[in-house]
């Protein structure tokens, strides 16, 4: 189920970067389909292990971008990036150690920090880009998912 969409209005102008995003929001969307069939253990720790991988994928893009045209908030971004990957990893950690919350929490974070992440930082660096490329070319994850929040679909926990 899209519990979460990317839209055009997400768009930070690099078909490559708006990919990553969609196949981020494709990963949330599986683990709250995970969490809400109550499985906690296999498909989860897979989950984790996904989101974990991808996420240094699409953050060394993202940096490497920032570099590239000489973003000069590239430093604080880069923070918030590394911030997002120690919480990741303590959460994970809480799940192999058997911490049913763990899971919860890390959806409620992701739910939050992704969409507020795009819209006030990468936004950021759109400015600065020579030529924002068209959202309309950016290729669907293998789940194709599409725009914000869809809220009749959300949990009751959410
Ligand atoms: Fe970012
Ligand atoms: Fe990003």
Same mark, same amino acid.
């Given at each position: 189920?899209?519990?979460? !969409?990317?839209?055009?209005? #997400? ?6 970067? =708006? ?6 929001? $494709?990963? %949330?969307?599986? #683990?709250?389909?995970?969490?809400? !069939?109550?499985?906690? @253990? ?6 984790? +292990? ?7 994928? &699409? ?5 490497? /971008?920032?570099? +590239? %045209? @000489?973003? *000069? ?13 120690? &919480?990741?990893? @303590? #959460?994970?950690? !809480? &799940?192999?150690?058997? =911490? ?9 974070? /992701? ?5 507020? &992440? %795009? %819209? ?6 759109? *400015? ?14 293998? +789940?194709?998912?599409? $725009?914000?929040?869809?809220? @009749?679909?959300? *949990?009751?926990?959410?």
């Amino acid at each position: 189920m899209e519990y979460i !969409r990317w839209s055009k209005e #997400l768009s930070v102008g690099v078909k490559a970067l =708006d990919a990553d995003h969609k196949t981020l929001i $494709a990963i %949330i969307n599986q #683990l709250c389909d995970e969490v809400a !069939r109550g499985n906690q @253990d296999v498909a989860l720790g897979e989950i984790f +292990s996904r989101l974990m991988t991808f996420t240094e994928t &699409h953050f060394g893009r993202e940096e490497a /971008l920032m570099l +590239s %045209i @000489d973003y *000069p908030d590239l430093e604080a971004h880069c923070r918030q990036h590394r911030g997002f990957v120690r &919480h990741l990893e @303590d #959460l994970h950690g !809480r &799940h192999r150690d058997g =911490d049913l919350f763990a899971a919860l929490e890390l959806f409620d974070f /992701l739910n939050k920090w992704l969409i507020a &992440h %795009i %819209i006030e930082c990468d936004f950021g660096y759109r *400015p600065y880009l020579e030529e924002p490329e068209e959202p309309s070319q950016v290729p669907e994850p293998e +789940s194709a998912l599409n $725009a914000f929040l869809v809220e @009749d679909g959300a *949990p009751s926990w959410v």
